[in-house]
């Protein structure tokens, strides 16, 4: 299968996370299991991990170790698997929340306009609704706003409209039919950069990725020991917008809560006060580190 995925800004978000050897920790997006793997190698024989993914293809990559607890469901549920595993509180949380490399590159996955494949773009393979089902249902006006909502794409009206137009000829079942479909619309010298925009776009709403990420921040505050830290690693504006106004109010609206005197109170303590991002020697080893952002807090 090759290297399933390489992990980002590995030493800065684990040397960020585990600040106790004996302390209980989750890894929301196991993946390849590099962070894992590297908690692990931190922790001494009382700590404990759970590692989370909602992808059947990521939990093969899990090492044999007593200290792992192995999850198969979104990170949305983490509050609860907490529960279940009887832990009350964890000392550490983090979150990758980029694709890895294994789902862009297996074709039949259909993450990626570089290959002719049925439109899937489902993380959890077990779910129902496909990015071509999306395509072949949601009203014009839907296709839209979620065109232009999580992927900024320009002219999302027209786009919209030529994906309505082509679906009544033939139904949009693969990255080839949605390509030529896009044809039209496609900014010369730079295809590839609008058509990443639309997948983006796509995989979003079929994996349900922003509303997740909401229920998931809000949990933390709630699982989180006091001096415990949140270490989340970003790739695009939508996501880090989210974390770092979550971060800095303890919501995703952003509503800073006042005490009795006056005095703002948030439920966390920012620690990296601007985005920590990978090395020219990270990017140059592993481009798709490039749009990475890290941001770290710790429960106060």
Known sequence: MGIYHTPVLLEESV???????????????????GHSREILNRLDKK?????????????????????????H???????????????????????????????????????????DSLLDMR???????????ILNSYQQEELSSVLWKYGEVENSRKVASLICREREKLAIKTTADLNRALAPVL???????YLA?????????????MKALEYFLNDT??????GGRLVIITYHSLEDRMVKIFMKSGNTEGKIEKDLYGKFETPFKIITKKPVTPSEEEISSNTRARSAKLRVAERV
């Open 123 to 133: 993380m959890n393979t077990l779910a129902k609704q496909t990015a071509a089902d």
């Open 47 to 71: 700590g404990q991990l759970i590692a989370m993914d909602r992808d059947t293809d990521a939990l093969k990559n899990a090492p044999d170790d007593k200290r792992l607890v192995l999850v």
């Open 221 to 226: 505050k709630e699982i989180l020991k006091p």
């Open 73 to 115: 469901n979104n990170f949305r549920f983490l509050r609860n698997y907490v529960r279940y595993h009887g832990y009350e509180k964890l000392d550490g949380i983090l979150a990758d929340l980029g694709v890895s490399s294994h789902q862009f590159d297996t074709e039949q996955r259909g993450f990626s306009f570089r290959f």
């Open 197 to 209: 925009k639309v997948y983006q776009a796509l995989r979003i709403e079929v994996n349900g990725e």
């Open 15 to 33: 040397s960020a996370l585990v600040l106790s050897k004996g302390g209980i920790y989750a890894d929301v997006t196991f993946g390849g299991g």
């Open 187 to 193: 900014p010369k010298f730079s295809e590839h950069k």
